[in-house]
Every structure is written in structure tokens, then in C-alpha cells.
């Protein structure tokens, strides 16, 4: 139950996300990937909301806190970089870039992203759920492939 925990609230995590909570759940942990999937999954969803919603009043603030001010500036930038093509594709480029499991990509980017273009917070919020359920679903898959390889047996043992 407490490696549940785990793996639920480091899907949570920015940056970790589902793309450090699977591979823990199933390689360190040994819990089934169907369970695994589906903790993480609901896990990465708990802060989605709240960016949405307040994204952009944290924001805000940080740029006018001078201790935060390169968190600010280095989070500004990220959201710069893909402000353009999720402008243009909206609802696919949420999509896509929440779906690839990369790092500087995810959950909490694309909510950020979403909030601070002022997309629909419904409709971001059901994107940003697709692109989840896409990147579980492809961190799970590569997981159970990979679980009885020799590379990573050799790790987990």
C-alpha cells in the first residue's frame, strides 16, 4: 500500500511525472502494470486543476519576486518554446506534447502551457487527459517489454 503511495504521489512530481513512477512501480516495486498504470495515471492527473486554474497567478508572482526570478525566467522560456505550435494545432499539439515522454514534456508543462495561452480550461484540461492516458499507456508498454531484458534485470536484482 505505502509503494502505491509512492508511485501515486511521484506521478505528481513536475519533471518525474509518470515517466519516474512507472518504471519505479513496476522495476523497483513489482507491482502489476495494469495497477501501476493506473495509479500513476490518476496520480499525474492531481495537479492538472490547479494549474490550470492558478497557473497563471503563481506566475505572475514569481516574476516580481526577485529570489524566484530565475525560476521565473527558466519557466517563461519553456513556455515560449512551445507556445507556437500548440497555438496552431491547439487541441492535437496539447495532445502530442503532454503524450511524449520526455523530459520538459508532460502533464504540468502542457497545463502551464495551456494556462498561460488562456486556452478553454475544460477543453485543455480534457487534452491534457488524453495525452496522459497516451503517455502511460507508452511508458507502461515500454516497461512490461523491457521488464525480463537482461539490461535491466541485471539493474533490478
Not at 2 to 17: D, G, Q
Not at 70 to 76: C, E, K, M, N
Not at 108 to 123: I, P
Request: a positive charge.
Amino acid at each position: 500500500m505505502l509503494e502505491l503511495l509512492k508511485v501515486f504521489l511521484l506521478s505528481a512530481v513536475p519533471i518525474i511525472e509518470q515517466r519516474g513512477s512507472i518504471p519505479l512501480g513496476i522495476f523497483a516495486y513489482d507491482i502489476h502494470p495494469l495497477i501501476v498504470f493506473i495509479v500513476a495515471f490518476l496520480g499525474s492527473l492531481l495537479p492538472v486543476p490547479f494549474i490550470l486554474f492558478f497557473f497563471n497567478y503563481i506566475f505572475k508572482w514569481l516574476g516580481k519576486t526577485k529570489l524566484l526570478k530565475w525560476f521565473y525566467d527558466y519557466i517563461d522560456r519553456k513556455v515560449k518554446k512551445g507556445q507556437g505550435k500548440l497555438e496552431k494545432y491547439e487541441k492535437w499539439g496539447l495532445i502530442i506534447f503532454v503524450a511524449i515522454p520526455l523530459p520538459t514534456t508532460g502533464l504540468w508543462t502542457g497545463s502551464a502551457v495551456a494556462a498561460f495561452l488562456q486556452m478553454d480550461k475544460k477543453k485543455s484540461f480534457k487534452y491534457v487527459f488524453i495525452g496522459g492516458l497516451i503517455s502511460a499507456t507508452v511508458i507502461t508498454i515500454i516497461c512490461v517489454f523491457f521488464k525480463d531484458s537482461f539490461l535491466i534485470s541485471w539493474f533490478t536484482k
